[in-house]
């Protein structure tokens, strides 16, 4: 069960005992142990301790005690958050290899190997049950972790295997389709027309639904593993998986890794939180990166997005042996950078209600007595303010929709799955106002849509009769600007229906140009693709749209009633203009803002910075 305060902990694949002392002295009482078994993508291992899962019912949970007690040596009052490795160890491998069962390169091959299951949920129990005896009332959380990278990601691009063809089969006579005998071959899987590539619902349909299986199958194996956990752990304890990354994953992983069920995990009761890196696509200074799955739908499942802060600083290791490097990791330059970063992916959290763990992936992030310094400042201040119920206060919604990503040939050359979401949330990021991410499912759900007066719909290309009529009844009205990025509506879910994109936006199917026009109560913009939607011109449409901007730097922005964070790599003084009438209090920051009006301030940024300040209202909100 997720408390209400989130969490805020450190995490390193390394031992770094004096790293974890200063953390500890600086005020954090949360800390990541990781029993693991296998190895990295890089082929090496993930821990600095032995195996403890290394045969047929056969553990050594000693060496996972000792990580702990190495840890509490320390750290004595630590609290623990505990990841475990369901992954598939190398004897495992070799001991099921006419099945193909290394959930690493194949995680549905896996999940459809009953022996792989059996012998996985085996280890699952056995290990929680040593640790809730051994460690009781120390763990405060667990993740699951499987598939490449830990992150239940699937990398079999849609193999097909005797186990895999006989689920698959199973779930579409379970759905109401007819036996499809086999799974659609490598040819079929990947077939897509230009110039959007995208699938056809007819001729393409034994491919749609294979992959909306493979999503799903993800799904199932996800919540077969929380329930088999939640049998063996306190009901207090919270419970999570690096899953739902819509919004970072491109080219030959966007569908085939198999993460476009997130809503069915989000739906599970056992789950609390879903845990991700920060998106990789916009970490430099001035930029905002982001949570991987849309915190929006997390909030209104009553989840916690877990934000995994291993942005490189400028100290960190990227060098696992003499041999090999993270040579694809980026680094901050320098000091100021660092704090710059680390503040901005700090306040991100906070506005979002975001849980957060300071990764220290391979040492050396935070060998710096400034940088602890500061994270054990956010420490205070998360004391102070988090919640997981808190949001930004924004007027810009980018809604995302996971039945229409399916139709994306994310194998073509030329697919628009690695541009289509990273290139937008880097505009938003920039443009200089708060955002929320959403899934299209969410839309009858949103308690209050008159907040967001420009929404965003990149590639709504799936849209249903019960979708156009979710859209003309909560969107498509109250004079707010909507914004079409790649088409929409040139599927019903059954066939093409390139006509009905006219009917629904005004612009033809053939529209490849920047066009706005307004309709009736409402105004329709079509961009043909995000590269096209700059943070400029992006600030451009929302301005029009009424959308409040806190200052005229295009910069990273997040509000609520209470607090303000602006990110900006430019140094110079700048107006503030505040919401509301507010006192003003800086938390983060290098001195205290100029008032020259009770809803102004001047700051002089010294770039990169980051500032964070308290607004105490004074008076009635602005009319914009």
């Known amino acids: 069960m997720m408390p209400s305060k989130p969490f805020f902990a450190y995490r390193s694949f390394r031992r770094e005992l004096q790293t974890v002392r200063r953390f500890y002295e600086a005020g954090i009482r949360q800390f990541c142990v990781f029993p693991a078994n296998t190895t990295n993508s890089l082929g090496q291992p993930y821990v600095e301790y032995p195996p403890n899962w290394v045969f047929f019912d056969a553990y050594e949970f000693e060496h996972a005690d000792r990580q702990i007690a190495d840890l509490l040596s320390v750290a004595p009052e630590a609290e623990l958050l505990c990841m475990i490795d369901l992954n598939s160890p190398n004897w495992l491998v070799r001991q099921l290899m006419r099945t193909s069962a290394d959930s690493t390169l194949g995680l549905t091959n896996a999940l459809t190997t009953a022996r792989w299951r059996e012998e996985t949920e085996k280890y699952l129990r056995a290990l929680l049950s040593h640790l809730e005896s051994a460690w009781p009332n120390r763990i405060r959380a667990y993740i699951l972790a499987c598939g490449m990278t830990d992150e239940w990601m699937d990398y079999s691009k849609g193999c097909e295997l005797a186990g895999k063809r006989s689920a698959y089969r199973q779930w579409s006579v379970e759905h109401g389709w007819d036996d499809p005998v086999s799974i659609p071959d490598l040819a079929r899987r990947f077939r897509s027309d230009p110039p959007l590539f995208l699938r056809d ?102 989840k916690n997005a877990f934000h995994e802060i291993d942005h490189g600083t400028s100290t960190a290791n990227y060098q696992l042996s003499s041999h090999v490097r993270l040579k694809w990791m980026k680094q901050w330059p320098d000091e100021t950078a660092d704090v710059a970063g680390l503040r901005r992916e700090f306040c991100r959290s906070l506005f979002h209600g975001a849980s957060l763990w300071w990764f220290d992936m391979w040492g050396g992030y935070y060998d710096s007595e400034t940088l602890t310094g500061e994270i054990g400042r ?146 329709s913009v079509f961009v043909p693709d995000s590269r096209s939607l700059p943070e400029s011109l992006l600030r451009t449409l929302a301005e029009k749209a009424g959308v409040h901007f806190y200052t005229d730097l295009l910069c990273p922005v997040w509000a609520s009633r209470d607090l303000l964070m602006i ?58």
């Open 378 to 523: 956010f420490q205070r201040i998360s004391d102070r303010f988090a919640d997981t119920r808190r949001e930004p206060d924004a007027e810009i919604a980018v809604i995302v929709d996971p039945d229409s990503a399916l139709l994306i040939d994310d194998e073509a050359p030329d697919s628009i799955a690695d541009g289509m979401i990273p290139s937008l949330l880097r505009s938003c990021n920039r443009c200089g106002a708060p955002y929320r991410v959403y899934s299209f499912r969410d839309l009858p759900r949103i308690p209050d849509l008159s907040p967001f007066r420009l929404i965003l719909f990149p590639g709504l290309f799936e849209v249903t009769e019960e979708k156009e009529r979710i859209l003309r009844e909560r969107i498509l009205t109250a004079g707010r600007t909507v914004v079409w990025l790649y088409g929409a509506a040139v599927s019903d879910g059954r066939r093409r229906t390139p006509s009905r994109m006219r009917t629904l936006t005004g612009f033809p199917e053939t529209c490849a140009s920047f066009t706005e026009r307004k309709m009736e109560g409402w105004n």
């Open 567 to 624: 990110h900006t790599a430019e140094s110079g003084r700048h107006t503030i203009r505040l919401r509301r009438p507010a006192d003003v209090r800086m938390l983060l920051g290098s001195a205290v803002p100029e008032r020259t009006a009770p809803d102004r301030l001047e700051y002089v940024f010294s770039g990169p910075e980051t500032i964070l300040l308290h607004l105490t209202e004074t008076g009635p909100e602005k009319n914009t």
């Open 201 to 302: 619902p007819e001729k393409d349909a034994a491919a749609l639904r294979y992959w909306k299986f493979i999503s799903e199958c993800v799904a199932e194996g996800i919540a077969s593993f929380t329930e088999a956990a939640r049998e063996m752990i306190p009901e207090q304890t919270a419970l999570g998986v690096f899953y739902g990354y819509i919004l970072q994953l491109g080219r030959e992983r966007l569908v085939q890794c198999g993460h476009l069920a997130y809503e069915k995990v989000c739906a599970l009761s056992g789950v609390d939180f879903l845990i991700s890196p920060g998106c990789y696509y916009d970490r430099e200074m001035g930029g905002g990166a982001g949570f991987m799955a849309p915190n929006g739908t997390l909030h209104l499942h009553g």
